[in-house]
């Protein structure tokens, strides 16, 4: 009777601790889990509002090059959408004559997108056309 | 005696057991508690992932639907939502687009998951300040510019991105090789070397115009269609010849969207004033809010002598370039 109880009372802490710490790791686990999801569901967004933002500065600086086709700007400039800053650089007569390079990289927080794009620019009526673009 | 200890040992062993259930009991019950409210927190947490991603997909999608119509039809987007100006933009004005590619008012719902979204966009207008960048205080309207706010909300969320729509489509209409017996009233979708009239001492060469350096002289081209139904926005000037020192090359422009309209302004929208380079081949912008959303154009160029009368300009190439 004696040994019984002794060895009952023994055995169910122990049980019970096991048990536990096997559940809250788990649970602990899945908390990590889910934090990283969220964390990577906000860095989705962020980097779809970047990349929008991107959008804005490089249809910005195509503009301006189809209403100047001399238009550059080497050491960049900004644009401001939101909260999502994006530094634009123009390097005319890159990658060659006649083409004009733009890199955008727009900042959200910590997330950045980079965007380049060339457009090809007819040096006799001042037509531009963007013929590539790509997500650097 | 013996049986005495024996009987306080067995009452001591029961009070420990008793003891060891209760601290089981009460850790299993605040690790067990621990991780249910866990474990229901990661459920929400992963439902409002998948919201989250669902509203952000509707985002880019009705961004993109928005940037389809403005490479279609810019004057929607400019004055929304039937075309016809000034339309009405700003956060009070919602818009969406239906499945025929039409602006329609209000919002509309997306049922996603057994999740109801609604989305809705507005426009505002962006202004741009005299070097050319974007603004939000003061500055011109820039009508090739509009700015494009997605908002989607369900249940109690909320998220909204925005972007600016450009009018990027470039194209141009080079007007040269003038003849003297080529005058014309008739509306021309590309240069034949045909003019409206002239004035003063005008001259042509072979193709080109110049004056006689007596004095001065015009000529004001014929109507050019650009072929747009919902008209361009006309950016530049450019001529292509020589600019003898002290002589002058002017320009002012007339836009419309009928045939038989025209008054030929200068930078501040008045015949009083003209548009000028320091020379040829240089870029000469347009007032983009005067010649706005209009389809024919025609201009009228200015030739001036040098001072002493000894030398004119010679213009071989006029350029006109507009977007839409």
Redesign the interface.
Known sequence: ??KY??Q???S??PT??V??II??E???A??F??YM??S???A??LL??SY??A??AM??A???I?????FSAASG?N????RCTANVVVQKDVPAQYATTITVTATVLNRKKTLQGIVSI?P???????YSLQEL | MFSQI?FF??ND??G??LA??L??VV??GI??G??AI??G??VT??S??RE??IA?NI??SA?EKVKILSEQSWIKIYCPPLGSCPGSKGSSNLYYIDDNFQIQNGQTPQVVDGVTYNYYFYIDNVNRDAS???T?SGGTEDP??QKVTVVVSWANNS?S????????T???I?DFNWRPELVSSNVFTNSLGYYAATSGTLLFQNGTITLTPSGSGSLTSVIFDTQQANGVAF??I?WKGSLPTSSHVRFQFASSNSTSSFSFIGPDGTSATYYEAAGPDQ?I?LSVIYHNNQRYFRYKVYLDPTTDNSAAPTINKI?I?Y?Y
């Open positions: 009777m004696k109880f002794k009952k009372g023994f169910l802490l019970v601790l048990t536990s559940v809250a788990v649970g602990i899945l908390s889990v889910m999801a969220n990577a569901s906000f989705s967004r779809q509002e929008l933002c959008k804005s249809s910005d195509y503009l301006r189809i209403r100047n086709k001399d400039y644009i401001t959408l939101g007819d006799d009526n001042g037509t531009a056309l963007m | 024996s040992k067995i062993q029961k420990q057991v060891e259930i601290v089981a850790l299993a690790i067990i621990g991780i866990s474990t927190t990661s947490t992963s409002k992932i989250n991603t952000t985002i880019q961004v050319g960048n974007i939000t090739s510019t998220i991105m925005s972007e600016y729509i450009m009018r990027l470039s194209q141009s080079v950016n530049s450019r870029i912008p350029i370039n977007s």
